[in-house]
């Protein structure tokens, strides 16, 4: 399956932005979904996933309650809906898929688009 990520951008903080996640060549909705991010310097970390078997949902801790992970299997896309942005929320944003494993370590995703800056500044 090929991802194409979008969506990302500059934005104040407490602002919000919808990050986007194109999904072509595989079936789209047997795909465990998930958001990665990565800040300057620092490693890629988890975000959010969507359980494709059990339709899981699942957030980082600092993300929980701010974020929403979302999927429309009718344009095999999933989305990153992000509210109240912050500067530490500054990084790149990576959706990745994986058939089998899933979860929050990227270890387990097989698939990744190409990343999505987002900058979080006044």
């Known amino acids: 399956v090929q991802l194409q990520a979008s969506g990302g951008g500059l934005v104040q903080p407490g602002g919000s932005l919808r990050l986007s996640c194109a999904a072509s060549?595989?079936?789209?909705?047997?795909?465990?979904m998930a958001w990665f991010r990565q800040p300057p310097g620092k490693e890629r970390d988890f975000v959010a996933l969507?359980?494709?078997?059990?339709?899981?949902?699942s957030y980082a801790q600092s993300v929980k309650g701010r974020f929403t992970i979302s999927r429309d299997s009718a344009k095999n896309t999933v989305y990153l809906q992000m509210d109240s942005l912050q500067p530490e929320d500054t990084a790149v944003y990576y959706c990745?898929?994986?058939?089998?494993?899933?979860?929050?370590?990227?270890?387990?995703?097989?698939?990744w688009g190409q990343g999505t800056l987002v900058t979080v500044s006044s």
């Open positions: 060549g595989g079936y789209f909705s047997k795909y465990n």
């Open positions: 969507l359980d494709a078997k059990i339709g899981l949902i």
């Open positions: 990745a898929a994986d058939l089998a494993r899933g979860g929050s370590s990227r270890e387990n995703y097989d698939y």
